[in-house]
């Protein structure tokens, strides 16, 4: 079946399925909704405020749709703000959480650490990154670029310089891999 | 002639089209160099240096810079969504791009208006933002590992960060995972999942299991899985049927990992160098085991 057939067929309903790399950015107070309504505006993001979906039963009555992919470049933003929103989760489907599951490989001279998609592995002597691998966002060569031959006590987090999800399960890598190898 | 879509880390790079060049541990294309360390540069390396030995044209490539903002892929989404239907390829390999919706649907827009439909390879960013259009099944050949497929076979996850804990264990099994992946058409035609043992399969199931040789190390290496997508790319364009192109670029990138010898602090530039020795090994290898048969 052809793709413009393909949608000639798709239903109101199927179209809203569609909305799968949006997510939503809840906050306790509208105060806060409207402030980082205006600072994602000025910095250039297409974001929309709305009434939260009947999934969410925290927060106030409004929250702000966002583009997904780059949470992690969007949560820095209103952090360096003061704002941090109560949760963030997928417009599709609000109850999905990050993953939380670590999967761990020792080498013997070197520790593998995979979150989701990505995966950080660090010289367990020196603590050096010495590889990323997974993931298929841009920011995950660019990451691997900055990271790479740089000792996890002293280079900059994933999130800091990250921009998507594929940044923030770098990120979650890097927690898990400080937890098992600094003191 | 085949097609590369992807992006550099470097915010500063142009868009660029045209054809490629590898010297030392650089992919040259129109008066730039890019660095060979990982993603699409590792994956146009592999692919030219199967190119080599199959003795066919590199080929043309798009790129542009892209550190994770998305303005990088927007443009090359919006170059290529103009452009690709006045062109003829064989088949496009999508890399990593920014998953976008909207941008993935006007790409394969434009495609539907090619006036012939090449083969579509994705893997990476642009493979999720397939799997999240809904569009999945549109393409020929997926080549996700392990975290990846549990990300396709659940129907729910945005984005493999979101992949729901029952579904991303490891007591499931990857077969287990390619029939749900399939069951909510979330695969393409084709599959090749690369892990310690890579799978081939197709909507019916399993077509080929290859876990020789297993090099543990590899899994640690960023850019063996753009060095399997850069070689089965290239094969398909020497005119390998689908299933046979996997299956080979599955055994030709285990070879090449293990002679390199990785640890794993191994660099994928070291990997790459073997891919011509793997690919003849392995061509030379069909071509006996027909003759006596």
Known sequence: MSILKFFKKKTKKDQASLKTDLGILVFHNTSEVIRAENIL???????????????????????????LIEELNILRILEEKGITPMDVVPENSPLLKPVDLFNVKDYGKFLMVRAANMKLTVEKDTLIIVNISGGGCPDVPYLAQRLIGKSIKEVPEPRELGHTLCGYALQLAFEEMKRRCLP | MFAIVGTVPDNRFPLVEGKVKLEQDMVLIEGREVPVNRGTPALIAAALKACEILDISGPTVFLVGDIGTGEGSRRLYEYISNNLRHREFNSITFHYLQPDVDWHNKVLFSIEEMRHRPLLIADAGFM?????????????????????????????????????????????????????AYRHKNASRILVVKGKK??????????????????????????????????????????????????IASKVNRVSGFLSNPTPATKITEVIQYIPIALKEILESERSYYEYR
């Open chain 1, 41 to 67: 505006k000025e910095k250039g993001w297409k974001v929309r405020v709305m009434g939260p979906p009947p999934e969410i039963r925290s927060g106030c009555d409004l929250v702000i749709e966002f583009p």
């Open chain 2, 198 to 247: 890579d799978y081939i399969a197709d909507e019916e199931g399993i077509k080929a299991e290859i876990d020789y040789p297993y090099v543990e190390a590899l899994e640690a290496i960023g850019g063996t899985g753009d060095t399997l997508t850069g070689i089965v790319s290239a094969l398909l364009a020497a005119g390998y049927e689908i299933l046979h192109a996997a299956l």
């Open chain 2, 128 to 180: 999720y933002g397939a799997k999240m259009s809904g569009l999945a099944n549109s393409y020929d050949l997926f080549t996700p590992d392990a975290g990846e497929l549990a990300f396709l076979a659940d129907e729910e996850a945005p984005h493999p960060f979101y992949t729901r804990g029952f579904i991303l264990h490891e007591q499931n099994s990857v077969p287990e995972l390619i029939v749900r």
